[in-house]
């Protein structure tokens, strides 16, 4: 168990500093979007949160510099004012980090991991906690390298391309029944390292509906654009009509209108044909929701998307199982078969091409490529228990923010599982977001 967690926190720290290696200081330091941190905001960051968990609150240390937990503090600061912080350079962002992995490591050799012990230790939760915060930052970070403007943004290694295969179609019906919904992973569940807003398990019963087998491409969301469904309200939720209006939307965001019926898109910083055959991203909850009125349908509720990605249903008897992923339990690693995760292309792959991450109902690409945007508010399921903090989950449930699910290409296998749960506003598209559609029958 020691040794997995050194190496989850090894890998997420090497992730961390490859995405920020092919850019300068200055590039790290500026505010490429007031949407977004400086990226060296992010690095710092993440270590001054290892350190209050791993060192000060786990091992009982004194602070490095108590100034860092103001400029670090999420809650504190917003991001438009973070360029204003006196933040520490990147030469000096990457010594605190190490300074504080160093010391997290040394206790990690003799911290009680054991069940009966602390809960926050127990069966490593607290460095899972920390281990998929940093990854979480890195996907921010993606997101800011997408937003970054100028010369473009190439990876250390060029990444492969995914193999194109038969995309699914149409839909799959699951029939109504009830399934398991969240995780009973006790908090330290080894490997499960749940949030507290995936507790606890509860059963939900659904009538029948039909849901999509892959999520909506480029190609499909180019029609809704091309018959006019920016231009009706019909379409839309009255406050995402008012989005659109107020913000001149007329597709989704980074899409470039070429014009004599020929589309690209912007990819960190590249302009490239739109590939049709992609599920498409940067789509706002309005904007996914106002697709699927128009093609006659509707966004899942989450209750619908994970019954749809991990109940696997016993012939005939009403019963079933619950999977970690879509696939069964097996995490995906680097360049597997099963998920586009962890930024294997830079992009998501085009639908059909992770047939082996299919769920026992036969829908595709539910977890990686793309967050699915759910029909759903953000709310506490019965008999939940914030843990370890008000601050991770508590503050924001309610009915500003709706709920993503599934995890994008940029989205780290560690930090992402058929239960957890991602919240954003409605008008959000910068994050990696598309969807797929539902229906009742
Ligand atoms: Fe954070």
């Given at each position: 168990?020691?040794?997995?967690?050194a190496?989850?926190?090894?890998?997420?720290?090497?992730?961390?500093?490859?995405?920020?290696?092919?850019?300068?200081?200055?590039?790290?330091?500026?505010?490429?979007?007031?949407?977004?941190?400086?990226?060296?905001?992010?690095?710092?960051?993440?270590?001054?949160?290892?350190?209050?968990?791993?060192?000060?609150?786990?091992?009982?240390?004194?602070?490095?510099?108590?100034?860092?937990?103001?400029?670090?503090?999420?809650?504190r600061?917003?991001?438009?004012?973070?360029?204003?912080?006196?933040?520490?350079?990147?030469?000096?962002?990457?010594?605190?980090?190490?300074?504080?992995?160093?010391?997290?490591?040394?206790?990690?050799?003799?911290?009680?991991l054991?069940?009966g012990?602390?809960?926050?230790?127990?069966?490593?939760?607290?460095?899972?906690?920390?281990?998929?915060?940093?990854?979480?930052?890195?996907?921010?970070?993606?997101?800011?390298?997408?937003?970054?403007?100028?010369?473009?943004?190439?990876?250390?290694?060029?990444?492969?391309?995914?193999?194109?295969?038969?995309?699914?179609?149409?839909?799959?019906?699951?029939?109504?029944?009830?399934?398991?919904?969240?995780?009973?992973a006790?908090?330290?569940?080894?490997?499960?390292?749940?949030?507290?807003?995936?507790?606890?398990?509860?059963?939900?019963?659904?009538?029948?509906?039909?849901?999509?087998?892959?999520?909506?491409?480029?190609g499909?969301?180019?029609?809704?654009?091309?018959?006019?469904?920016?231009?009706?309200?019909?379409?839309?939720?009255?406050?995402?009509?008012?989005?659109?209006?107020?913000?001149?939307?007329?597709?989704?965001?980074?899409?470039?209108?070429?014009?004599?019926?020929?589309?690209?898109?912007?990819?960190?910083?590249?302009?490239?044909?739109?590939?049709?055959d992609?599920?498409?991203?940067?789509?706002?909850?309005?904007?996914?929701?106002?697709?699927?009125?128009?093609?006659?349908?509707?966004?899942?509720?989450e209750?619908?998307?994970?019954?749809?990605?991990?109940?696997?249903?016993?012939?005939?008897?009403?019963?079933?199982?619950?999977?970690?992923?879509?696939?069964?339990?097996?995490?995906?690693?680097?360049?597997?078969?099963?998920?586009?995760?962890?930024?294997?292309?830079?992009?998501?792959a085009?639908?059909?091409?992770?047939?082996?991450?299919?769920?026992?109902?036969?829908?595709?690409?539910?977890?990686?490529?793309?967050?699915?945007?759910?029909?759903?508010?953000?709310?506490?399921?019965?008999?939940?228990?914030?843990?370890?903090?008000?601050?991770?989950?508590?503050?924001?449930?309610?009915?500003?923010?709706?709920?993503?699910?599934?995890?994008?290409?940029?989205?780290?296998?560690?930090?992402?599982?058929?239960?957890?749960?991602?919240?954003?506003?409605?008008?959000?598209?910068?994050?990696?977001?598309?969807?797929?559609?539902?229906?009742?029958?």
């Open positions: 168990m020691r040794q997995r967690l190496d989850e926190l090894e890998g997420v720290r090497r992730r961390s500093l490859d995405l920020l290696a092919p850019l300068d200081d200055d590039h790290l330091r500026r505010q490429h979007s007031p949407l977004m941190s400086p990226l060296v905001w992010d690095l710092a960051h993440v270590g001054n949160f290892e350190e209050l968990w791993l060192l000060r609150e786990v091992a009982g240390a004194e602070p490095i510099d108590r100034a860092l937990d103001d400029v670090y503090d999420a809650f600061h917003p991001r438009p004012n973070r360029p204003s912080l006196p933040l520490l350079g990147p030469a000096e962002s990457r010594r605190y980090l190490l300074d504080v992995r160093g010391r997290a490591l040394e206790h990690l050799e003799r911290a009680d054991d069940d012990g602390r809960p926050l230790l127990a069966g490593g939760f607290v460095y899972g906690m920390v281990v998929q915060h940093e990854h979480q930052h890195d996907e921010t970070m993606l997101a800011t390298l997408q937003l970054m403007a100028g010369d473009g943004y190439r990876p250390l290694a060029p990444p492969p391309p995914a193999v194109v295969g038969p995309p699914p179609s149409g839909e799959v019906v699951v029939a109504a029944g009830p399934f398991v919904m969240g995780s009973d006790d908090p330290s569940g080894t490997g499960a390292w749940a949030y507290d807003n995936e507790r606890p398990a509860h059963v939900v019963d659904l009538p029948e509906f039909r849901i999509d087998a892959g999520p909506v491409t480029n499909r969301f180019l029609e809704f654009v091309l018959d006019g469904g920016y231009d009706l309200p019909f379409f839309w939720e009255p406050e995402g009509w008012t989005w659109r209006q107020g913000n001149d939307v007329r597709h989704p965001l980074f899409w470039v209108d070429e014009g004599g019926g020929d589309w690209s898109r912007v990819r960190l910083g590249f302009r490239e044909d739109l590939p049709l992609e599920p498409v991203q940067h789509v706002s909850w309005y904007e996914a929701d106002a697709f699927a009125r128009w093609a006659g349908k509707r966004l899942p509720t209750a619908e998307w994970e019954k749809a990605a991990s109940w696997a249903p016993c012939a005939g008897r009403g019963g079933g199982a619950k999977r970690r992923f879509p696939w069964g339990d097996e995490s995906p690693v680097p360049g597997s078969s099963l998920a586009n995760l962890g930024q294997a292309h830079f992009r998501p085009p639908v059909g091409a992770y047939p082996d991450g299919a769920s026992a109902y036969g829908c595709h690409q539910m977890i990686g490529d793309v967050w699915e945007w759910t029909a759903s508010d953000f709310e506490p399921y019965p008999g939940f228990a914030s843990f370890p903090y008000r601050e991770y989950s508590e503050v924001f449930f309610g009915a500003d923010y709706k709920v993503l699910r599934g995890g994008s290409w940029a989205t780290s296998p560690a930090a992402v599982r058929n239960t957890f749960r991602n919240w954003d506003y409605p008008i959000r598209r910068q994050i990696f977001s598309g969807f797929r559609c539902a229906r009742g029958t």
